[in-house]
Structures are given as C-alpha cells and as structure tokens.
C-alpha cells in the first residue's frame, strides 16, 4: 500500500471542510455483475497498486460475488466502491475510483485514516460501504473474532470529481484485551 507524505496528508484532512457542510443529492446503486462497470473503471480496477484481482479464478464474477456499489455526485461524478483481493475471515478490502461525468477522467481516491503515527492515506480500505440515509461512506475493521481490537471511520465525499474523501470521525482499539467495550475515539482530537 501506498502511503501520502505527512504534509500531503494533513492538507487532505483539512481540505473541503467548508465543502462537506455543503448537501448533495447522492444517487445510490448496488451493482449486479462487472458489466456493469465502465471499461475505464474495469481498467483501473484490475490494475490498482493493491492488486485487486489477485487469488481469483477469472470465470468468477467479483462483483455478483462480493458486491460493488456506485454513487452518484454532482452533474454525474461518480465513485465505486469496488471489492480487492480475497476477503480474510472478519474483513473484506476495497477502493474507490472517482469517474467524471463523461468517463474521460478516473481516478484512484485515497482513504484518509488516523495511525499511530498521525495521518495517513491509503488506497485501500476495509469494510467500506456506503451509508445512504448519512450520505457518509463508512469503514469497519476487525482485529480478530471477538472485536476486541477493532475499528470505524466515516468518510464524506462531496460528490465532486476532483475532491477527496474527508474523514469524519474514527474510532480505533488497537489492544487486543479481550474487552470488547467502547472504542477510544481517535479523530477528530477532542
């Protein structure tokens, strides 16, 4: 995985404030098969950093397999949320590819997120979906089984081409202490 520069990534997070405060009508769809996909989406999809394609048979279907979403901004920017790699025994990976309304331009978005060492991006995420009645896309992680060491994000898209996700909020626990009770809350710093 890919990771920004520090200062990049701080610019990121702070960017677009004023922008998500902004409502967005979003249009919400489950994709049923990779036919549904754009051939510039498939493009990327099957070429992102993160090999997403890796450990499939090539009859399968990934998307009618482990669903796709697509959400639709303004004057028809898009993104998908697109399934990557094999999903593990609590969690699944996934990216997000930004299209414009004509299909001309796509790209692969990076998902912000708060580590030890303050704030990263990466181009890919876990357990994202798209929230409808928030307009939010959301993140779960597990660490194991019993959820102890675990966490959740939500991300804001404006629905512009151009724009990146911002994170919202995030919770994270990262000892596994068999407590599986609140997750400290990690962004934004109270």
């Keep these: 995985m890919y990771v920004l520069k520090f200062l990049a990534v701080v610019l990121f997070l702070l960017s677009s404030f004023s922008a998500i405060a902004e409502e967005t009508e979003f249009k919400f769809s489950r994709l049923k098969a990779t036919s549904d996909l754009p051939e510039v989406v498939v493009s990327v999809w099957q070429n992102t950093p993160d090999h997403c394609s890796e450990g499939y048979d090539p009859e399968q279907d990934l998307i009618a397999d482990l669903y796709g979403a697509v959400v639709e ?68 992680y597990k660490g194991r089984g019993l959820g102890d060491c675990s966490g959740n994000s939500e991300l804001k898209w404006d629905g512009e081409f151009y724009s990146n996700l911002v994170l919202v909020e995030q919770y994270f626990k990262i000892e596994c202490d068999g407590k599986n009770d609140e997750w400290p809350k990690v962004w934004p710093v109270e």
């Design 73 to 140: 901004g303004k004057d028809n920017n898009r993104i998908y949320i697109l399934p990557c790699g094999t999903p593990a025994a609590y969690n699944t990976s996934e990216i997000i590819i930004a299209v414009n309304y004509d299909n001309s331009e796509v790209r692969l978005l990076p998902i912000p997120s708060i580590s030890n060492d303050g704030p990263t991006a990466n181009t890919l995420g876990h357990g994202l979906q798209w929230d409808e009645e928030g307009s939010v896309i959301t993140s779960f």
